[in-house]
């Protein structure tokens, strides 16, 4: 069986495959002290571990010594490329892109074929827009939800607020408020913007993945929710390399 990986810069999704049958799969924080606990009963049966990770280098070695600790099979990483079935790459240092974004954009341009946003709202939120030849037009890097918070509480030391999942983009009357209605507002600024560009490259398709993807569904982003779409990536690039 194939153990497909995929390893952000804070949680970890897994997936294992008998050829094209899932027989499970899993996610666990990347800081956790077994995170493939639940794997062990079928770890003699794995053959080939599979990885798509945007973590650091030192997370990366972190993350092969638990895989070593699960199974002795080998270790394949699957990173960002030049094309891929019908799909180009924008970077000229494709190396430079992280895998994660382009497995997802493997994944939507599998699935449809034609023009596709794609928006990945995890530790960073990513923006890739690939038009209907398969274009990669570009794309954007923000930080996500969790990183503007610790950025307010840490970077403006006064700014004492609790953390509260608001919705709200109204105008606050209180730090609290103004805070967390602040990141709400930020968020639906994005939307907005998305919108705008999937009408103006002719974007039939928008999709959206990450921890924080049904915050942006709530405040208004009209996409489809494809909470693996990494995971789905990785699995049609090993597919086609003829590994799974």
Not at 222 to 239: I, M, N, S, T
Request: proline share 3%; aromatic share 6%.
């Amino acid at each position: 069986m194939i153990l497909l990986i995929d390893s952000g810069n804070t949680r970890i999704k897994w997936r294992l495959m008998s050829g094209m049958d899932r027989v499970a799969v899993g996610a666990a924080d990347l800081r956790a002290p077994e995170p493939f606990s639940t794997l062990a009963p079928l770890a003699d049966q794995v053959s080939r571990v599979c990885v798509s990770t945007v973590a650091s280098e030192a997370s990366r070695k972190a993350l092969e010594a638990e895989v070593a600790k699960l199974t002795p099979a080998p270790i394949h990483f699957f990173w960002s490329e030049a094309e891929r079935n019908g799909l180009q790459n924008s970077y000229q240092d494709v190396s430079r892109m992280g895998a994660d974004r382009w497995h997802a954009m493997v994944a939507a341009w599998s699935r449809y074929c034609g023009g596709c946003a794609i928006i990945d709202a995890g530790s960073a939120v990513t923006v890739d827009y690939i038009d209907g030849g398969g274009m990669h037009l570009g794309g954007f890097i923000l930080p996500g939800l969790g990183m503007m918070r610790r950025s307010l509480k840490l970077d403006a030391a006064r700014i004492g607020f609790d953390v509260d999942d608001q919705l709200n983009t109204r105008p606050g009357q209180t730090t609290g408020e103004c805070a967390n209605h602040g990141l709400a507002w930020l968020t639906e600024g994005v939307i907005r913007q998305a919108h705008r560009d999937a009408e103006t490259y002719g974007l039939q398709n928008v999709l959206i993945t990450g921890g924080d993807a049904s915050r942006f569904v709530q405040l208004g982003l009209r996409a489809e929710h494809v909470p693996e779409l990494v995971l789905d990536g990785l699995q049609r690039v090993v597919e086609q390399d003829g590994l799974l």
